[in-house]
């Protein structure tokens, strides 16, 4: 509720459309679901921030998304900044050569830390905290100084969260601390109204899965898939687009998404 201080949220087209125009910051985006985003961001026109570690996936993934503009693309619709998205080094240059920044989306992550409770060491669940968690606080804090009135943070989570297998209780501690920081954050930034919010993946077809043993070919996925109720896994553009409904439509805010082909129904 406006207190009379601060203007309201502005109201845009909640079309992925309206995002023609805009800045965002992808955290993540040399591969999967963070490069679908920037190629999809591209396609409606809007200008984007491709963050990514490894230079020669990053160059690829410019190349890529560039193709998608269908205007005249020109040199700083699309811009790279190679490094770690948690080092605070590497947010001061996306963030400076964004400008103003419209929206930020993090999809950095990773299976590391799977293993039995009983195997977790203070020293590894520290280690953990550092790659997993604080990335995307660090994240938070360049974006909350950095996003225009009505902008979004998208941060990603997993179905793990709500169903969970044995010996993944450290990383889903973690991603289940991400939801929370998602809501505490939503009302944190509502006073500069800025909005907060997660998508839940479910099994997507990404370079992340394909690293999973016994996924690294289309039969080990079609297999993975068929026993969902839509019978398949998703497609990193299908996840990517939840991501760009959270950006264009101003009055979502606090909120985790399920994107999972229905299987948490399973």
């Known amino acids: 509720m406006s207190t009379g201080t ?9 079309l992925p459309t309206g995002l023609a125009g805009a800045t965002a910051v992808l955290i993540g985006a040399s591969s999967g679901i963070g ?8 396609s409606v ?17 410019v190349a890529r998304v560039r193709e998608a503009g269908r205007d005249e693309n020109p040199d700083d ?8 998205g948690g080092d605070e080094r590497t947010l001061d240059e996306a963030f400076d050569r964004a400008g103003r920044t419209d929206h930020v989306l993090v999809t950095a992550g990773g299976m590391a830390g799977a293993g039995p409770v009983s195997g ?13 968690l604080w990335p995307v ?15 979004s943070l998208t941060f990603s989570s997993g179905t793990l969260v709500v169903r969970p297998r044995p010996g993944m209780s450290a990383p889903l501690s973690l991603a289940g601390a991400v939801e929370t920081l ?6 944190e930034l509502a006073p500069a109204r800025q909005r907060v919010n997660a998508v839940r993946f479910g099994m997507i077809d990404t370079p992340l899965l394909r690293s999973i043993p016994g996924m690294d070919s289309d039969e080990g996925v079609a297999a993975a898939g068929a026993g969902m109720p839509l019978g398949r896994v998703g497609t990193a553009e299908e996840a990517a687009a939840s991501a760009l409904f ?8 606090g909120q985790v998404i399920t994107v999972d082909g229905g299987a948490t129904l399973a």
Do not use: E, Q
């Open 45 to 61: 026109g809007a200008r984007v921030v491709l963050v990514g570690r490894d230079p020669g996936r990053l160059k690829a993934a």
């Open 77 to 84: 619709a699309v811009v790279a900044v190679a490094g770690d």
């Open 246 to 253: 959270l950006m264009a439509n101003t009055y979502v805010t």
């Open 6 to 14: 601060t203007a309201p949220a502005p109201v845009r087209s909640p």
């Open 182 to 187: 998602t809501r505490a954050l939503a009302v």
């Open 137 to 151: 606080f660090a994240v938070a804090r360049a974006a909350a100084a950095h996003l225009s009135a009505g902008g």
């Open 120 to 132: 977790v060491s203070r020293d590894g669940l520290g280690a953990l905290v550092d790659t997993r």
């Open 35 to 42: 490069l679908a985003a920037g190629v999809l961001l591209r």
